[in-house]
């Protein structure tokens, strides 16, 4: 038994820009990619109460795979196509990838205050949906903000100011293998 159970269904369109129909005979040619048929910023959140089991369930309706992230929390691969995945054989992880057609579900025990971001990890995924009308920090220098913030949550890092170019010089401490 969980607490909360959530549904997120991985969709693909195309879209010409401009237009609102989309081209329904693309066959792998998408240019938007949708949770729950809706994009980034008017998605639901999913809203949870501090110490609720949560179970997230990811269907994917579209034609390549997606490597979904969590931040904030690792939790446990609980289902797969195959079915319900005993307790003693879940894995934990950060990112679960749902493959064309299937569904995986994960959960984990909502300990940590706060937003926290669920997004597929290709890039072009996740900027796609974000690319319309939503500024970046690109240039920025967020150095005094993020002294500010610190003050609140001293464990917080902000993103570059150069996009993801900037991801070599964050102050996490990077894996030997890293180039």
């Known amino acids: ?3 909360r159970d959530f549904l997120i269904m991985l969709n693909a369109f195309d879209i010409d820009p401009g237009t609102y129909v989309p081209r329904i005979m693309t066959m792998t040619d998408f240019n938007l990619w949708t949770w729950n048929s809706r994009i980034f910023p ?7 109460n501090q110490g609720d089991k949560v179970r997230v369930r990811v269907g994917n309706l579209t034609m390549t795979n997606h490597p979904i992230h969590m931040h904030g929390y690792d939790f446990k691969v609980t289902c797969t196509d195959g ?9 934990p992880e950060v990112s679960i990838d749902i493959p ?7 959960e984990f025990v909502a300990e940590h205050l706060g937003d926290w971001a669920i997004h597929c990890h290709k890039s072009h995924h996740t900027m796609n949906a974000m690319g319309h009308d ?13 002294k500010k913030i610190r003050e609140f949550q001293p464990e917080y890092m902000p993103m570059g100011t150069a ?4 991801m070599g010089t964050m102050e996490m401490e990077l894996p030997e293998n890293t180039v």
């Not at 008017?42 to 949870?48: A, E, N, Q, R, S």
């Not at 079915?83 to 894995?91: D, K, M």
């Not at 996009?163 to 900037?166: E, L, P, R």
């Open 1 to 3: 038994p969980v607490d």
């Open 42 to 48: 008017d998605i639901d959140p999913l809203v949870v």
């Open 83 to 91: 079915g319900w995945v005993p307790e003693s054989a879940q894995w």
């Open 100 to 106: 064309v057609g299937a569904m995986r579900a994960y």
């Open 134 to 146: 939503v500024p970046t920090f690109i240039g920025v220098d967020k150095k005094p903000l993020t």
């Open 163 to 166: 996009g993801m170019a900037d």
